[in-house]
């Protein structure tokens, strides 16, 4: 639930909509400052569940009610009709609470290019102090690392022999052994560093929110669903949101920071009469603020996931398929916080071109010692690894939009996977790659025998066939209220929604494109440097 600090009636200088990623860094930065009075509310509950902390427990977080908000895509025609579980953490925590916990910045010219589409302030070397400013490093202060922080980066606590053969075998062909991955140039393959404190999940809540839960103007509200937006002409003024069965009006003297998340804030927007005529007319919602940018421009990362069996070497398969094995893994946690328990999803990783003429990696893959037919299913009973591979970059664009008034019912979400020839051209690229590296001498003692897709799949529609049949998200949607000054911008460069004074959104979704890597550590930077922007405009005299 909520500290028990002293409550400020219902006026608050700043309200934070999300209790997230993003949610947790602002309400820690904000509240630093004891002449603010900041209301944080979360329509989750606290992240006081024992799967949250244990690594492994993402399994269990996934598709579960206490943390997940159960979403779905809508079927998606590039996928073969299927639909896709689409989590997102719903407690304190956010998606730090379920996510694969790896620490990745991405490329420096992710932000250069955010830069070049119109938001002065977000190149590379503007928003790596933000980076440094939260980070806890494992290897303490260098040039490109900080130590102290509030972010903890950790190496992981186990390595798999299966994963060093891979990586030799990817050095045949030109992948290159790479120290670092988070200092603008991510090519190359290693290990993932993670975001854990001694084998055990670090979020955003343990980092950021519960130091600050001590502060006496700090108001932290869980399970409180915020309905809409409070507006005066073009002024957003407060919330309404809905706890315990009443409804509560808050008002925010300076600002309310909407930080929801790339689907649930497009859907406040909505809720609120902000958004585009149409979606709001279809639904009987008075237009307060025409924008035809909000819920538009959804990126997310779609994973191929091959798999091979595997001889002469160590997989979890193995060890997880008896009683024995079980009680040994139990025991590596429990004695040590190491062992499989402690491992994040993925554990190796590669960043890789899909053609030779590209500047950058276009390609990530995740490599795990352990298979399944898919995510949350029993693992397979013989030896086996997973080479999964995403595009970083993709074109297809899809849009996520309420399907009604109603609160509890989840917007309809449209990625169009693999709607843009440029992705499938990628997709084929990156299953043929994969199969290439898996012919490296390195790996000629394990034996490598593909099973997924599987060696029928030779031609070129079979193979996009089968990517239909196991592509999956790995679950990094954002860009539904991009930043920019084009037409189909929602925020600007300050984070502020053109149009309304009041309002900032601060989360994945100002993303004007999506960063080549994992997003959750970018979605950190952000809130740190909207903090740093609000604080700043607080400071100038009215």
């Known amino acids: ?69 159960m979403m779905k895509t809508a079927p998606e025609a590039g996928l073969n009709g299927r639909s896709l579980t689409y989590p997102r953490g719903k407690v304190l925590g956010g998606c730090t609470s379920v996510n694969g916990m790896i620490y990745m910045r991405g490329q420096a010219a992710d932000y250069d290019i955010w830069r070049q589409l119109g938001n002065p302030g977000w190149g590379w070397e503007d928003v790596l102090p933000y980076f440094l400013k939260s980070e806890d490093h494992h290897a303490g202060d260098s040039e490109m690392h900080r130590g102290g922080g509030e972010w903890k980066v950790s190496k ?22 790479r120290a670092d991955f988070n200092d603008g140039n991510n090519e190359g393959s290693g290990f993932f560093e993670v975001n854990q404190k001694d084998g055990v999940r670090w979020n955003t809540a343990k980092g950021f929110l519960r130091p600050a839960m001590k502060r006496g103007n700090l108001r932290v509200l869980t399970e409180a669903h915020t309905h809409r937006l409070l507006l005066e002409g073009r002024t957003v003024t407060g919330v309404e949101y809905h706890r315990g069965g009443q409804t509560h009006h808050a008002l925010a003297r300076r600002e309310v920071l909407l930080a929801a998340g790339a689907i649930n804030s497009p859907k406040l927007l909505e809720l609120s009469g902000i958004g585009r005529p149409d979606v709001l007319n279809q639904h009987g919602i008075k237009v307060q603020h025409a924008m035809e940018g909000v819920g538009e421009n959804l990126q997310d990362h779609l994973q191929i996931r091959t798999v091979y069996t595997v001889k002469n070497a160590k997989t979890l398969n193995t060890m997880a398929n008896s009683l024995f094995g079980k009680a040994k893994i139990a025991m590596q946690y429990g004695l040590a916080r190491s062992g499989p328990m402690s491992m994040a999803p993925s554990q190796f990783g590669m960043f890789t071109k899909s053609r030779p003429d590209l500047a950058t990696p276009d390609l990530e893959y995740h490599v795990q010692p352990l298979s399944t ?144 890597g994992n997003t959750a550590s970018p979605v950190v930077m952000i809130a740190e440097k909207a903090a740093d922007m609000i604080l700043a405009e607080a400071r100038v005299p009215a």
């Not at 309400?27 to 329509?43: G, M, T």
């Not at 992981?156 to 052994?177: C, K, M, N």
């Not at 074109?395 to 990625?415: C, E, K, M, V």
Request: aromatic letters at 6%; charged letters at 20%; hydrophobic letters at 35%.
């Open 1 to 69: 639930m909520a500290n028990t600090q002293p409550k400020h009636g219902e006026h608050y200088d700043y309200i934070i909509v999300g209790g997230g990623t993003a949610g947790c860094v602002l309400a820690n930065r904000l509240s630093a400052d004891p002449k603010n009075n900041v209301l944080l509310l979360e329509a989750g509950k606290s992240d006081n569940y024992h799967w949250v902390h244990i690594p492994v427990g993402y399994l269990y977080c996934i598709g579960n009610p206490r943390t997940d908000w």
């Open 156 to 177: 992981q606590r186990l390595t798999w022999d299966i994963l060093r053969s891979v990586q030799r075998g990817a050095q045949e062909f030109g992948i290159h052994p």
């Open 373 to 516: 037919e898919k995510l949350g299913d029993p693992l397979h009973p013989f030896p086996a690894i997973t080479v999964s591979v995403c595009n970083l970059r993709p074109d297809s664009i899809g849009a996520s939009h309420i399907q009604s008034t109603d609160l509890q019912q989840q917007p309809d979400i449209r990625l169009n996977y693999l709607s843009a020839e440029t992705d499938r051209a990628v997709a084929l690229a990156s299953i043929k790659q994969v199969r290439k590296v898996m012919t490296a001498k390195a790996l000629a003692p394990h034996e490598p025998q593909e099973i997924l897709p599987g060696p029928d799949c030779i031609s070129d529609g079979d193979i996009l066939g089968a990517v239909g049949d196991i592509a999956t998200t790995i679950f990094h949607p954002v860009g539904t209220c991009k930043m920019g000054t084009d037409n189909g911008a929602v925020v600007d460069p300050e984070l502020k929604v053109h149009g309304l004074s009041g309002l900032r959104v601060v989360d994945a979704s100002i993303m004007p494109k999506i960063v080549s």
